[in-house]
């Protein structure tokens, strides 16, 4: 991709540059800044002067080398300036909080929908939300930066619309146009917004906050009801020509296996997913309660045979996954993430067997299998990561943006898109 831009959208990358190295090595002066990013000496500490005023940087106490001349002072990201917020509107609620540029939870808050299938009202829920911790105690003196929005369903990113959400039944829904709407008039009106997949969110929250060097490539495999990752490459979201890299749910694992939603057999939405598993264990047909699910986890913990048995083979079949997707994308760490971690080792262990045993065969070291750094607020920190994510690289964008642009004029094919969307 050929990347032209004017004086002002080149100093703004040279600025995030500048950001982006400080945040893997922080402590370093602005003269091993100016080597690390290649820029001179006078232009590293012109844009580190703009930054620190901004509120992106600060500086330590001077550091004494032994060396003559001026001493060298360390600059690293400035905790207590800035924030960022973000959201995670899941199945019945919506969980927002807001974080510094470190990742570090400065506010955060859960909103019940009053009403599921209301889009609007759930949408109005997270805005007001939002509005309310930008402008609460938690962040006084702060100055809000972005939001990040992860969504339960396909997602085009280039546009915030919510294709498909199978569990919360919304379609077509321009989540991004209702949010501007709601903070027209506030102080969050003009700052970036980026919305995505809750698989794609959570995977930038491992990527931008878990402070770990060396796990990229990384995949965050999210199972809940249904199954989908986000995928990290060098750096960046993988997210496909129309957005919907990471669509695992629907990689066939077990062919003429069980039906699965989208019309097809043995995808690892019916095998490993939560809808599933309350399937098995329950029998068909009858959507899964809050309650059901609970009872699921308590059954599956105390060992009762029928969800025993039920949650081991979904084990099994997760590790089918783990293994396919390390043969795909080599990644150096698979995060698994969501709902069902409730269900423990029972589940993640035979997965866990399975790809060891995958690993054996070829005589090769498997990829890191671990579980989220932040938990039940993976997503929502996500979002606040997001934004962050996306600030870091002025250009970035640029990718989504053609999607909505490209020679097909900006629609989504059909066929795919029905197929898509029937699947998530």
């Not at 919506?94 to 859960?110: C, D, F, H, K, P």
């Not at 949010?179 to 990527?207: D, T």
């Not at 025993?308 to 084990?315: C, F, K, L, N, P």
């Amino acid at each position: 991709m050929i990347v032209a831009g004017d004086q002002q959208l080149l100093k703004q990358i040279n600025r995030m540059a500048l950001v982006r190295q400080l945040c893997s090595e922080p402590g370093l002066s602005r003269a091993a800044l100016a080597e690390a990013v290649g820029l001179t000496k006078s232009t590293v500490s012109l844009l580190v002067r703009e930054l620190l005023d901004e509120g992106w940087l600060t500086e330590s106490e001077l550091r004494v080398t032994g060396a003559l001349g001026r001493r060298a002072t360390p600059l690293q990201l400035d905790g207590d300036r800035l924030a960022l917020l973000g959201a995670d509107m899941g199945i019945g609620m919506a969980r927002i909080v807001a974080t510094n540029l470190l990742g570090e939870v400065l506010a955060e808050q859960e909103l019940p929908y009053l009403d599921p299938a209301d889009t609007a009202g759930c949408i109005a829920l997270v805005a007001q939300g939002l509005g309310e911790l930008a402008t609460g105690p938690a962040l006084a003196g702060r100055t809000v930066r972005g939001i990040g929005v992860g969504l339960h369903g396909v997602v085009d990113d280039a546009t915030g619309v919510l294709h498909y959400a199978p569990h919360l039944g919304w379609r077509n829904v321009d989540v991004a146009s209702q949010l501007r709407s709601q903070f027209a008039g506030s102080a969050l009106a003009e700052l970036p917004l980026f919305i995505q997949n809750e698989a794609n969110v959570a995977a930038l929250a491992e990527l931008e906050f878990s402070g770990q060097i060396g796990a990229d490539p990384l995949i965050y495999l999210s199972i809940g009801h249904g199954v989908g990752a986000g995928i990290i490459v060098n750096g960046r979201l993988l997210t496909g020509l129309y957005g919907f890299a990471g669509e695992v749910g629907h990689t066939i694992l077990q062919q003429g296996g069980p039906a699965c939603s989208c019309g097809r057999r043995g995808c690892a939405d019916a095998l490993i997913g939560l809808q599933a598993l309350m399937d098995e264990v329950y029998g068909r047909p009858q959507p899964s309660t809050p309650e059901q699910l609970e009872q699921l986890f308590t059954e599956a913990e105390a060992g009762e045979p029928r969800a025993a048995r039920a949650v081991e083979a979904a084990g099994r079949n997760l590790g089918v996954l783990l293994n396919n997707l390390w043969v795909a994308f080599d990644p150096m760490c698979i995060v698994i993430g969501g709902a069902a971690l409730r269900l423990g080792e029972r589940f993640i262990g035979p997965g866990r067997g399975v790809l060891h045993d995958c690993a054996s065969a070829t005589l090769l070291p498997a990829p890191t299998i671990r579980t989220p750094h932040f938990g039940d607020n993976a997503i929502a920190i996500g979002g606040a990561a997001m934004a962050r994510h996306y600030l870091m690289r002025p250009f970035v964008g640029q990718d989504t943006a053609r999607r909505s642009h490209d020679k097909l004029g900006g629609e989504v094919p059909s066929a795919l898109a029905a197929g898509f969307w029937a699947w998530s």
